[in-house]
Each structure stands twice: as structure tokens, then as C-alpha cells.
């Protein structure tokens, strides 16, 4: 069955980078695009961007240009998500999620907290 | 503040129909697919509903989706104490540079 199966929590200190992953198995890796979402405890669902997995091209939100980066390694059908200069307001549980649909978001990860904190 | 906007909270008795609505604009609803999401406590997001009443395989047909003009809807009936979840919408807003996925803001969802 298709898996999305994200990295464990991290904590970081503020202005640090953190790196998430996600592998992905169950289906052809390079057929589908990748979404990354976030949630701020308590808050709702907010997009941050989208990989395609076959050629690597992305397309980030407005508010995060500058500092996510997605890319993948078609070798262990793994995506990442790389977010810089890290603030309190970036602590949130990060998701992948896979649009096997153009226009819908069908299969989400485990999630992976990140804290950032002093 | 969410693009797409949806009641904070809606409750309703086991074995009645609640609905969620989703309010946007022509440049994310009215001219792009739905999609909604339940969010059981501690949990991740899962798909419900798609291209603005289809279901996927799994989801019972107490689920369901509309839309009109820059609105949608979900509908759920025969409500059950396992549907206390928060509830997303989700479209493409074609309003910003390249095209941005916007939610709403989720609605608590209380089977009294």
C-alpha cells in the first residue's frame, strides 16, 4: 500500500535550519507530486510548496521563497523539505502529502514536530 | 486569517446530517476543485472528499461534497461520536504568483 513515512522530531534553536524527509513507497515514486503543509499547534493547515519527484522543479508559497527548499533522491524515493533561519513562529508539525490527484492531496505522512526554541 | 473561510465550530446529535460550509472567491473556488479533509485528534489529515463531491475508495457515503459559485459544502450524515474531527477545505488560489493551495481555517466538529 502507498507509505509516506516522514523523520523524527527535531528542536532547534532559532536562525538554525532543519531538514525533513519523507520516503515514500507502495507506488512509482516520480509519478505523483509532493506537497509539503504545516500546523502550528492549535492552528489550521498551511502550504508551504510542491516537488515534482521526475524532474526535481518546485513551486514554494509566497511566504516561505527564500528560505524552504524541496528537493528529492529518486534513488530511495525520498522527498525533502528544508526550511532556514528558523523562528519561534516555525514551530508546527511539517507533512508530506501526495497528490496522486492534481487537485487533492491523497496520502499525508505521519507528520514531524518541529520546536524552535532558545 | 484563512483564504477560504469556514465556521470555527459546528455540533449536532448522533444519527443527524451537520454540513460545513467554505466560503472563497473566483480566484480559488469558483474556478478550481475542492477537496476536504478530516483530522482526527493527534492525527494526520485525510482525504475525504475531491474534485468537489467525489470520494475516494474507503470514505462511506455519509460523506459528501457540493459547490456553487465560490462556495462548497460538506455534508455528513448519520453522524457517529467517531466523526469529531476538525474539517479542512482545500483548493488552488490562482490569485498569486504562480498558484498557492489555500485552506480554511477547519471546523471543529462535535457529535453531542
Known amino acids: 500500500q502507498v507509505q509516506l513515512v516522514q523523520s523524527g522530531a527535531e528542536v532547534k534553536k532559532p536562525g538554525a535550519s532543519v531538514k525533513v524527509s519523507c520516503k515514500a513507497s507502495?507506488?512509482?515514486?516520480?509519478?505523483?507530486?509532493m506537497h509539503w503543509v504545516r500546523q502550528a499547534p492549535g492552528q489550521g493547515l498551511e502550504w508551504m510548496g510542491i516537488?515534482?519527484?521526475?524532474?526535481?522543479?518546485?513551486s514554494y508559497a509566497q511566504k516561505f521563497q527564500g528560505r524552504v527548499t524541496m528537493t528529492r533522491d529518486t534513488s530511495t524515493s525520498t522527498v525533502y523539505m528544508e526550511l532556514s533561519s528558523l523562528r519561534s513562529e516555525d514551530t508546527a508539525v511539517y507533512y508530506c502529502a501526495l497528490a496522486a490527484r492534481p487537485d487533492a492531496f491523497d496520502i499525508w505522512g505521519q507528520g514531524t514536530m518541529v520546536t524552535v526554541s532558545s | 486569517q484563512s483564504v477560504l473561510t469556514q465556521p470555527p465550530s459546528v455540533s449536532a446529535a448522533p444519527g443527524q446530517k451537520v454540513t460545513i460550509s467554505c466560503s472563497g472567491s473566483?480566484?480559488?473556488?469558483?474556478?478550481?476543485?475542492v477537496s476536504w479533509y478530516q483530522q482526527l485528534p493527534g492525527t494526520a489529515p485525510k482525504l475525504l472528499i475531491y474534485e468537489n463531491n467525489k470520494r475516494p475508495s474507503g470514505i462511506p457515503d455519509r460523506f459528501s461534497g457540493s459547490k456553487s459559485g465560490t462556495s462548497a459544502t460538506l455534508g455528513i450524515t448519520g453522524l457517529q461520536t467517531g466523526d469529531e474531527a476538525d474539517y479542512y477545505c482545500?483548493?488552488?488560489?490562482?490569485?498569486?504568483?504562480?498558484?498557492?493551495?489555500?485552506f480554511g481555517g477547519g471546523t471543529k466538529l462535535t457529535v453531542l
Open positions: 473566483s480566484s480559488n473556488i469558483g474556478n478550481n476543485y
Open positions: 516537488i515534482n519527484p521526475s524532474g526535481g522543479s518546485t
Open positions: 482545500g483548493t488552488w488560489d490562482s490569485s498569486l504568483s504562480a498558484g498557492d493551495v489555500v
Open positions: 507502495g507506488y512509482t515514486f516520480t509519478s505523483y507530486y
